[in-house]
């Protein structure tokens, strides 16, 4: 349960990340597979030697960085995620676009991606790197490596990024090539890196540039970047190794994805959670689903007063808004946290459990001292929000 995330201070992240989810998960697409390819081709033309390119600045909406062929299609991405922006209007693009990769990956089944907020946006095409930083498919080991050198990755992190190609397909309109990686591309797995070993990998006969087709069935595809990886003998090892092990592609993946976002946005580094946060992390999760006993374990090694970053939500917030009458006593009486506490949203555990009609925690919240003439952020009480919400026996509790 322990969360390894680094939180900028201003950014809803539970609420960002819905948004985001449902720009790219709806009934009319589901898009995780381009939302990482934008995520990576913003992130991927970082230099090391200057520090030029990387994520910071969200330089693909302007040219030249727009127009180069590897971003072809990127532009719909871009767009889909313009509402995200708009709702989240302290949230940089940049940080959009990044941490949409990581929602992306997350919500296709593959690993928890550390990441930071903290990227800025550029206020021009001043700041975009140039042209022709991003990789060409249709080269081999030697231009793997120039790439990805040049950004700082060895070896091992380059085996293990071309896994993120167990997701999505190629299109002929955008990059010439056609046809999917691995039977199901909305999927994130290690079937990639098994399909590399397992097939035969035959030059497909057709109108479009070198790629191959598997002779088994010929419906799967490779670029030639992707079979360089079996036929070097520095990269075929760690194919090898994630074919045979998913849990160990997914923790590589998950540190050189984390390293590709944030390569060059200085101002965001991120920061996995101390033992202790993690700890009162998962405190609050327990209170949440009303986990007494598990909570009541924790509490002693937890910062049980702790909120969560962001929302700014304690532990009381959270089993008050789903009714947990006896972790709410438990928080309240034996471990005496605030009960007038507010979120970001200016909200209190009271009107959380108003809301909803929760009588016995409102109880236990008014006998320990909580406020009804409180207000938050749209200037409402813990009546005012029982009466909008039509519970007139809490109306009644609060007169």
Request: net charge neutral; with cysteine.
């Amino acid at each position: 349960m322990s969360c390894p995330f680094g939180f900028k201070k201003d950014v809803h992240e539970g609420a960002l990340r819905s948004d985001i989810r449902a720009a790219i998960i709806n009934k009319k697409v589901t898009a995780c597979p381009i939302t990482v390819r934008l995520a990576w081709h913003a992130s991927g033309t970082y230099d090391k030697s200057d520090e030029t390119g990387g994520s910071d600045g969200a330089t693909m909406r302007f040219a030249p960085e727009s127009t180069d062929g590897a971003n072809a299609g990127l532009d719909i991405m871009r767009d889909m995620l313009q509402p995200v922006k708009r709702k989240h209007p302290e949230v940089s693009i940049a940080d959009i676009w990044t941490y949409a990769g990581v929602v992306a990956v997350e919500e296709s089944g593959g690993p928890k991606i550390p990441f930071a907020f903290g990227r800025t946006d550029a206020k021009d095409k001043s700041a975009c790197p140039p042209n022709g930083r991003l990789p060409d498919a249709a080269q081999g080991a030697k231009h793997l490596r120039d790439v990805f050198y040049r950004q700082g990755f060895n070896d091992q992190e380059i085996v293990a990024l071309s896994g993120a190609h167990t997701m999505g397909s190629c299109h002929k309109t955008r990059s010439g090539f056609d046809g999917p990686w691995t039977s199901n591309p909305l999927k994130f797995d290690n079937e990639y890196f098994k399909f590399l070993l397992d097939k035969t990998w035959v030059e497909r006969k057709w109108d479009g540039p070198l790629q191959y087709a598997d002779k088994e069935s010929g419906k799967y595809m490779m670029l030639p970047t992707d079979i360089a990886l079996i036929k070097d003998d520095k990269f075929l090892p760690w194919v090898k190794k994630y074919a045979e092990d998913q849990d160990l592609f997914f923790n590589d993946f998950a540190a050189a994805y984390t390293k590709l976002l944030h390569n060059g946005a200085k101002k965001a580094k991120p920061t996995p959670f101390t033992e202790k946060e993690k700890i009162s992390h998962d405190f609050r999760e327990y209170c949440m689903h009303g986990s007494t006993e598990r909570a009541k374990a924790l509490a002693s090694k937890a910062d049980v007063h702790a909120v969560q970053p962001g929302s700014k939500r304690s532990a009381l917030h959270k089993a008050a808004y789903w009714g947990h009458d006896e972790i709410v006593r438990f928080l309240v009486e034996d471990l005496k946290l605030d009960v007038n506490l507010q979120d970001s949203a200016g909200d209190t555990a009271l009107m959380d459990a108003c809301k909803f009609g929760h009588s016995n925690v409102i109880k236990t919240l008014l006998k320990a001292g909580a406020k009804t003439d409180i207000t938050n952020e749209n200037g409402q009480t813990a009546l005012k929000l029982a009466e909008a919400q039509g519970k007139h026996s809490i109306v009644a509790m609060l007169m």
